[in-house]
């Protein structure tokens, strides 16, 4: 028997009180042919082994990493996740995606936040990083939003190139602040004209690499968003900054990146976990939190939460963020990655991962793709321009075991046929090998 507390009588009562006639009357507001008008097709109650079969074989209508040789990336990436990450995270005393409340009380906790912050502030090679955000995009909007307030300007400066979702979200944001977004057109897969901003630029928005794998010409866009006054914001991926500059050595206001690829796995497309590195001077305007070490009177290290700018702690009219969370568990994740990895142990992941995505490029070509952008530099993933459209070559590979990329199409006009291939350090030989070879069968 369900417990129901409220009677026919006390329902009738509380609908006449607010003035409607039926609870479908509350209703109204979505459109008729979006209403469920009929009760839904659940089975009845199943016993617990029942139920386990049946999740079973729901589980098996997926694909995934697992049972396909993995190639598709776009922004969340086939990476190894040691066990170490799992062990730890999974543990009673860490298990909450929430940054604790009362936190001087979690001592522990709080120092595992300080040494992420310690460990993506090195990545970036900047001075300072938060306790996180909810993902990437979010964390690249809300570099916007403080690039607007630092400068007093309102127009948002982003290459084409950064990732479509992310700008997606930016957009969202910049329709609630009043800001413009302008859009950096790219050329032969990387972006170079930068002869729009101007003196009404609160920042300039670029990706390293960028969505394509292009590697982008930071010296460039830093150089743009000087001339200009503006901020200059990076969208960086954690992993290529182990083999490649820091943007911090290319003087970068602000860094942010999805920390995904350090230890979180890809699950049904989150959770995510977003990264935000700034200068010194901006802290005060550093959205979400930041933990600091200090002691006690007699000189025992100790781990406080030391900066708050969110509007739930401060005056609303003063805060940097409606953000009211970071991702605490994901950002554990990745102080375990980084911390199990060391700074060795990622720059191997990252070279694993230019050999075998050089490997690829190579055998995909000879095999009678090419690539879309022939002479730019890539980390990781390249744009295939294949003879067929990129759906259908796509489709036919699953069949084969093989999730081959992303069709470009989707996202750019014209390139139907082009396919975004991303390769990590977790592809073998073999599997390449056969990658190229069932894909010649299909084109």
């Given amino acids: 028997m369900p417990y129901i507390p409220h009677t026919e009588h006390d329902r009738e009562a509380m609908l006449a009180t607010i003035g409607v006639r039926s609870i479908d009357d509350l209703f109204v507001d979505i459109p008729a042919e979006l209403r469920l008008n009929a009760p839904l097709e659940i089975p009845s109650a199943k016993n617990e082994y029942e139920l386990y079969l049946h999740l079973a074989h729901l589980a098996r209508q997926n694909l995934d990493a697992t049972r396909l040789d993995w190639y598709l ?68 909007a809300e570099a916007a939003y403080l690039a607007s307030a630092v400068t007093s300007r309102s127009r948002i400066a982003i290459s084409q190139g950064v990732h479509p979702h992310f700008r997606q979200v930016l957009d969202t944001y910049a329709w609630a602040n009043s800001l413009q977004v302008e859009t950096l057109p790219l050329m032969n897969g990387a972006t170079r004209d930068y002869s729009t901003i101007g003196t009404e ?184 321009e294949l003879p067929k459209p990129a759906h259908e070559v796509q489709k036919r590979l699953i069949d084969r075991g093989i999730m081959a990329g992303l069709p470009l199409g989707d996202y750019y006009a014209g390139m139907e046929s082009v396919l975004l291939v991303a390769v990590t350090e977790t592809r073998s030989k073999a599997q390449i090998d056969r990658f190229a070879t069932e894909l010649s069968e299909v084109l």
């Fill in 201 to 384: 630029t609160a920042c300039v928005i670029v990706q390293y690499p960028n969505f394509l794998g292009t590697i982008e010409d930071l010296h460039a866009a830093k150089e743009a968003a000087q001339e200009a006054g503006a901020l200059f914001v990076v969208v960086a991926d954690p992993v290529a900054c182990a083999i490649l500059p820091p943007p911090g050595e290319f003087d970068a206001d602000i860094v942010v990146g999805e920390g995904q690829p350090l230890g979180v796995a890809m699950g049904f497309g989150g959770p995510l976990v977003g990264l935000f590195a700034c200068k010194e001077k901006y802290v005060r305007r550093i959205p979400g939190r930041i933990v600091g070490r200090t002691h006690d009177h007699l000189g025992r290290p100790g781990y406080t939460m030391t900066l708050r700018t969110r509007e739930q702690d401060i005056r609303r009219e003063k805060a940097t963020s409606n953000i009211c969370t970071n991702e605490a568990l994901m950002a554990l994740a990745n102080t375990v990655y980084l911390s199990a990895l060391g700074k060795n142990g990622l720059r191997s992941v990252a070279e694993s991962t230019v050999r075998n995505t050089q490997y690829a490029m190579k055998a995909l070509q000879v095999k009678g793709a090419k690539l879309k952008f022939e002479k730019q530099r890539v980390f990781g993933e390249f744009a295939l």
């Fill in 73 to 140: 990336g776009a922004g969340l990436y086939d990476r190894y996740i040691p066990s170490v990450v799992g062990a730890l995270i999974s543990r009673g005393e860490f298990l909450t995606a929430y940054t604790p409340y009362q936190p001087e009380f979690s001592q522990g906790y709080l120092q595992t936040i300080y040494e992420f912050q310690s460990m993506i502030a090195e990545v970036y090679g900047m001075d300072l990083a938060n306790a996180s955000m909810y993902d990437g995009a979010t964390s690249m």
